[in-house]
């Protein structure tokens, strides 16, 4: 055998070895995830079963947003926090932490939202990312070391402009519009530690502001239980969601969620999130030092354990927005929140 033909036998063995075992690691994340959304319902469905009155008030949005606003965890719903009481300006706040576990990079979410005259909400969320692992491959690669740590602050204000069922129509929507100011507290001195690499990338701008407009409706007579279904736009310049600060530049996007109520307490929704791909991969020395934006999409099941506490599970095949090095991207995430 001739030494030409030796090597394309050992490389094509190489890419079989590859392909296998990347399957048998698809393979044994759906059995987890089939695992944890098993368990996950059954204790869901035992704890309900046990709880004889449903008729308090539950929340219609199930979880926080990461960006802080009443959704899901990748979009929000048009439904506001909970309104306040008659004769009220203030309704009670809603708190929640949330743990992303990224390959390569913890992502950590702390959320508050209120209701201000029943047709306003306030929001805001703490991200705090730690990229280790990024900073490493940069190391590695250039000698240049910088800090492990990003801070990303989201301000959010959103309006009630339509209420479901207005002007007489049973179809009509709820529809809300948002302004969330973003502050990435430490792109500028990474930038600077790297010697200019985020400008190299085109991230270079630590403020930018977003709008969206958001459409929710229940729906009843369809399904045997109701569900709510959602679509928006969002205009903004953020990068990665502002883990790589902003773009400095505008492009408008498209998500949506379906939220489905199993029972009157367990919700399962899955969510899709454009990309505005204002970054592509960044290679350098051989490696993806930043890996461009993708689409995003997930899985994820509420339950309301009472009017107060919701805990939220999810699982992303393109991992939450925010895996920005070349490593796998299935990810889960957990939130815990909790309701005045």
Not at 31 to 43: D, E, H, K, Q, W
Not at 105 to 122: C, M
Not at 316 to 338: C, H, M, P, R
Request: hydrophobic letters at 40%; charged letters at 20%; glycine letters at 8%.
């Amino acid at each position: 055998m001739s030494n030409a033909a030796a090597v394309e036998q050992c490389y094509a063995a190489a890419v079989t070895k590859k392909r296998n075992h990347e399957e048998e690691v698809t393979m044994a994340k759906i059995t987890r995830l089939s695992i944890a959304l098993g368990l996950f319902i059954v204790s869901c469905s035992i704890a309900e079963a046990r709880e004889a009155d449903s008729s308090k008030s539950l929340p219609t949005a199930p979880l926080h947003s990461f960006e802080g606003g009443s959704g899901v965890f990748l979009t929000n719903l048009a439904y506001l926090a909970k309104p306040p009481k008659e004769g009220e300006i203030f309704g009670p706040p809603s708190i929640s932490q949330s743990t992303i576990f990224l390959d390569g990079i913890g992502r950590y979410v702390y959320a508050v939202t209120g209701n201000l005259f029943g047709n306003i909400e306030l929001g805001y969320s703490h991200e705090l990312f730690d990229v280790d692992d990024w900073i490493d491959d940069i190391y590695h690669i250039t000698g240049l070391m910088a800090s492990d740590k990003v801070k990303v602050h989201n301000f959010n204000i959103r309006a009630k402009l339509i209420e479901e069922g207005d002007f007489g129509f049973d179809w009509m929507p709820t529809v809300t519009f948002g302004t969330h100011f973003k502050w990435n507290e430490d792109i500028s001195d990474i930038n600077r530690q790297l010697n200019g690499l985020c400008d190299t990338v085109g991230t270079d701008h630590s403020f930018g502001t977003e709008f969206t407009l958001m459409a929710s409706k229940t729906v009843k007579d369809i399904l045997p239980r109701p569900f709510i279904i959602s679509a928006g736009l969002r205009n903004g310049d953020s990068i990665h969601t502002g883990l790589l600060g902003f773009a400095g530049e505008r492009r408008t996007t498209f998500e949506g969620s379906i939220v489905v109520f199993l029972t009157d307490r367990l919700m399962f929704a899955t969510e899709y999130r454009q990309s505005p791909d204002f970054v592509d991969d960044y290679n350098l020395g051989g490696k993806t030092l930043i890996k461009g934006e993708r689409d995003w999409f997930d899985l994820a099941l509420a339950y309301v354990i009472d009017e107060n506490l919701t805990i939220g599970i999810g699982y992303s095949s393109t991992d939450f927005g925010n895996n920005i090095l070349e490593q796998d991207n299935s990810v889960w995430a957990f939130q815990v929140k909790y309701n005045f």
